[in-house]
């Protein structure tokens, strides 16, 4: 099977999503593709009470995945990201 796209895991939904946008190549697209939000954000309180989530620094994602936990991705299929950190759940 090939994707046009890519297939993400939606964290609110607890679901899969297709989506037409492809991650960048390299590096910067390791994690798929991420957008910027304040640390202080609104939204974010919600997301920690509500999947346990806390921010982590980007040069220990690899092993927070490693320790099982998981990266959020909103409803558009992008994960957050404030400056060099990166909000991770210990759940999918």
């Not at 989506?19 to 609104?42: H, M, N, Q, R």
């Not at 009470?49 to 099982?68: D, E, M, N, Q, S």
Request: glycine share 8%.
């Amino acid at each position: 099977m090939q994707l046009k796209g890519r297939l993400q895991w939606i964290t609110p939904a607890q679901t899969w999503k297709l989506f037409t946008e492809k991650p960048p190549s390299g590096p910067d697209g390791e994690y798929g593709i991420w957008k910027s939000i304040g640390l202080y954000d609104s939204q974010i309180e919600e997301i920690e009470r509500r999947f346990g989530c806390k921010w982590i620094p980007v040069a220990t994602v690899a092993l927070c995945i490693a320790r099982g936990w998981h990266i959020y991705y909103d409803t558009d299929g992008r994960y957050l990201r404030w400056d060099t950190r990166v909000i991770m759940c210990p759940n999918p």
